[in-house]
């Protein structure tokens, strides 16, 4: 599920199953359900 941050004052939206970092929590939810980072390498690279 996605779950927010507190970074530098602004609100982070975060991945849980690979820790990526949206601006947008409409970004970190469409990820999320396209996510396959449970199971393999995180995907750390933007
Ligand atoms: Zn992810």
Known sequence: MVS???RD???WY???????LFDSESDAETHEENCDGEDDTPSYLQ
Do not use: A, D, I, L
């Open 4 to 6: 927010t941050t507190q």
């Open 14 to 20: 975060r991945c849980e199953e690979c820790e990526m």
């Open 9 to 11: 004052g602004t609100t």
